[in-house]
């Protein structure tokens, strides 16, 4: 029956424009095309349009922190964020010495305007706010709160979110802990916002705030590292029902988001992601949920 019907269209030369798609043998399934967002075809490995032609371009912000980055150097795949950075470069098909680091202030890399990265990563919080001006990928890492103070403060012998109304508190700009702050603490005065952690952890030492507020890892690291006399007082319960994720930030309508999301979904499938996290970020499980 195919081969008449194929016969037909041949022969039938007048009708030929009109019954041509008609004619035409037809896949048994949907039709997918190369170039359709997600497909293996388009994301194949080492060929995505890359900012530079065979090289990966990841954006972070300097200093680079730990326990993200070790020793202020993104690019020796030493830190959570350095290690996740080249793991999703591997899974789109670039080696290590493929990938370039730029340096990109935190708030530049989710602001409106054209990057100059393929993807950034610097502990930063998936928001219906900041989808406006970027694209994210998946989440890449589960974000709780943690607030650290330094002992003798008004922060210190917290054991609520209502003990902390009248502290003085502090957070880097533009950041979800400085969000938590505003609209969960609501404290009795204005909060200190700092341009990076440096500075909120040099005015948290200087008795300037009673204490700040920090990504978990970032507050283990922090209270065992930095500033030692400083303890963490207790981590956030998430009373959005949404968890907080970071996600790799991508220019807004990148060709790349869907690949790189595919990338991070294959390493959170296969526990790329969960081991990666056990060898470099601190367990919580000592930190006590304020509510």
Avoid: H
């Avoid at 993807?119 to 219906?128: A, G, P, V, W």
Wanted: hydrophobic share 40%; with cysteine; charged share 20%.
């Amino acid at each position: 029956m195919r081969l008449i019907r194929l016969a037909t269209c041949t022969a039938t030369a007048v009708l030929a424009v009109a019954t041509a798609a008609g004619c035409a043998p037809q896949s048994d399934g949907a039709s997918v095309t190369a170039s359709s967002p997600g497909t293996k075809t388009a994301c194949a490995p080492g060929t995505l349009a890359t900012q530079t032609a065979g090289k990966l371009t990841v954006g972070t912000d300097k200093p680079a922190y730990a326990p993200w980055f070790q020793d202020d150097k993104p690019a020796n795949g030493k830190g959570f964020e350095s290690a996740v950075a080249y793991a999703v470069a591997k899974q789109l098909g670039y080696g290590a010495s493929d990938v370039v680091w730029r340096t990109v202030p935190f708030n530049n890399a989710f602001s409106p305007g054209v990057k100059k990265f393929d993807f950034d990563l610097n502990q930063i919080s998936i928001s219906d706010t900041r989808k406006k001006a970027v694209d994210f990928s998946s989440g890449y890492y589960d974000v709780r709160q943690a607030i650290i103070a330094v002992k003798g403060s008004k922060a210190y012998d917290a054991k609520s979110v209502a003990d902390l109304k009248n502290a003085k508190l502090g957070a880097q700009v533009g950041t979800t802990s400085l969000d938590l702050i505003n609209d969960t603490i609501k404290p009795s005065q204005q909060p200190a916002v700092f341009q990076k952690n440096d500075f909120a952890k040099s005015a948290l030492k200087n008795g300037q705030v009673d204490a700040i507020v920090v990504d978990l890892p970032t507050a283990f690291y922090i209270t065992s590292a930095e500033v030692t006399d400083a303890k963490i007082v207790g981590q956030f319960e998430n009373t959005t029902g949404k968890t907080e994720q970071f996600g790799l930030v991508l220019d807004k309508g990148s060709r790349l988001t869907s690949c790189v999301s595919g990338a991070v979904d294959a390493l959170r499938k296969d526990g790329t992601l969960a081991a990666l996290d056990k060898q470099w970020l601190s367990e919580a499980v000592d930190a006590p949920v304020l509510k």
